[in-house]
Structures are given as C-alpha cells and as structure tokens.
C-alpha cells in the first residue's frame, strides 16, 4: 500500500467492555491517522502512581526546558529557519537559482501563521497536507507528543489564579508553536514547487510530454499534474526530515530521562542516505 500507508493496531486482541473487538482493529489508514487512533485508544485510566512520579519528575521537567530551548527561543527559531534551507540546497536547491523566487512567493503565501496576514493559497497548504509534505517538523514531532505524554499544562492548572496566569504564556506557547512550524513549512514548500519544477523541465528534455504513459516501478503511469504533483512530494518526504516516517521505537526514546529530540538525528541519517541514492 505504500509507506505512508500503516495498519490500525488497537487493543491487540483485548475486548471491549461490551466484548466486542474495537472495528478498527486491524484497518488500514494513512500513518498519522493511525498513530492518534492508536494513542487515543490507550487513554483509558490513569497512570499508576510510579508512572505519575515518572512523569512529574522526569518528564515534566524535560518538556519544560525543551519548549524554553526550542519554541520560545529566538535564537532556536534562527536555527529552525537555517537548517531547514540547508536541507533544501542539500537537494540542490540554491537561492541563485532564478524559479527559487517564484517558490519563495508561493511559500510564504501558502504558510499558515497569523503572522502572515493573509492566507492565500489555502487550498495549495490544504493539498500539501494531504501529500504529506508540511506539518512534519521532526523536533517539533518530538516536543508535542512529549507534551501529549505528561498532559503538560493540565495538571498546573487546578487553581483559578495559576489558570489566568498561564492563560498568555498559553498564547505565547501557541504562536511561537505556529512560527516554529511555518520556518520548516516554508522551506518544504519552495522544495516541493522547485522539485516539481524541475521534474516538468527534465521529462520535457527527454520527449516525456503531459498525457503520455510511462512505467514507473513497473506500473503504467499517466504523466499529468497529479503525477508531477505526487514525485515532487515523494522527493520532499524521503529527502528531508519528516516526522511521520520516524521508526515507533525512535519516537518512543523521548520518555527516557536523556536525550532531546532523538528523531531529529534518526532523520539525518536517513534522509542523508536518500539524497546520495537519489543524486546517484
């Protein structure tokens, strides 16, 4: 079915209260899809006591510094933005190229922050969406699921005074968490109109015009928009990190008391080897 498609895994053989097996069990759905269904599935008493210990010493602690160092810290954010760039020239993707200037645009117009203005091209971020290039921040993957495993906030909001007092670090937390994601969008973007770019010009070369059919990995294929639409988001996915393509044991290092943003690295390595293989 593809690697974005993944198998439902929900109570592995327990029952349901009313003795019937969860329907989902065992369905196949795109890999976010699945992964929430699997975590909302687990959520059904609370944690023991030594979990809850667990998590209020160790955890809670390390998701606190790592929102300070990431999402609420400028200087991170400059280093969001520049890593992000150096994967796209990393796929040769310069800023001298002279198509770059019309990616630009149409990344930065297609980003989803306040921040903006405007949201133009909405449905382009919206189609982005569903080919899975942006929203896959790997470090931001990380931070937000660790936040999910201590329920961070909920448990620190008990009095009404401590409640109003987190109220604007709560908007602070949520457009620095927008920002942090739109510098990783904005560089996918641009990757993903400057590979199909170059995918259109490249075929063209080699007497490959719109309409024609051709093999790919042994399949007939019709070289239409769609098609042209779908490699450049290939490229991007296997090209540059991407949360959703983290191993489950990778993403399940978080909960130990050492070591940040494990995936980040595991994404290195694999991307890395990807874009040799391609350039090959």
């Not at 687990?42 to 990431?70: E, H, M, R």
């Amino acid at each position: 079915l593809g690697t974005d498609i993944k198998e439902i895994r929900i109570d592995l053989g327990k029952k349901l209260e009313a003795g019937v097996v969860n329907p989902l069990n065992g369905k196949y759905a795109l890999k976010g899809v699945a992964d929430a269904l699997e975590q909302t599935s687990t959520v059904t008493k609370d944690p023991s006591f030594g979990v809850q210990v667990y998590n209020n010493l160790i955890l809670y602690p390390k998701a606190t510094s790592q929102i300070a160092k990431t999402i609420l810290s400028p200087v991170t954010h400059l280093r969001n933005f520049v890593s992000a760039g150096a994967f796209a020239a990393a796929n040769g993707i310069l800023p001298l190229n002279p198509l770059k200037a019309k990616a630009i645009k149409n990344a930065y117009q297609a980003l989803q922050t306040g921040l903006v203005g405007t949201r133009k091209q909405n449905e382009l971020y919206e189609e982005l969406l569903e080919l899975g290039v942006v929203n896959s921040n790997v470090r931001l993957g990380d931070l937000s699921r660790l936040l999910e495993d201590v329920n961070f906030g909920a448990t620190m909001t008990t009095d009404k005074g401590l409640r109003a007092l987190l109220k604007p670090l709560s908007k602070i937390k949520s457009v620095s968490q927008d920002l942090y994601t739109a510098e990783d969008d904005f560089w996918k973007i641009a990757s993903w109109a400057m590979e199909k770019s170059r995918l259109e010009k490249t075929l063209a070369n080699n007497g490959v015009t719109r309409g024609m059919t051709i093999k790919r990995n042994g399949v007939d294929v019709v070289v239409d928009d769609q098609f042209f639409k779908q490699e450049a988001a290939d490229i991007v996915k296997n090209n540059i990190p991407n949360y959703d393509y983290v191993s489950d044991f990778v993403k399940s290092l978080r909960k130990l008391p050492i070591g940040n943003f494990v995936s980040f690295p595991a994404e290195i390595v694999r991307t890395g080897t990807n874009i040799v293989r391609r350039g090959l």
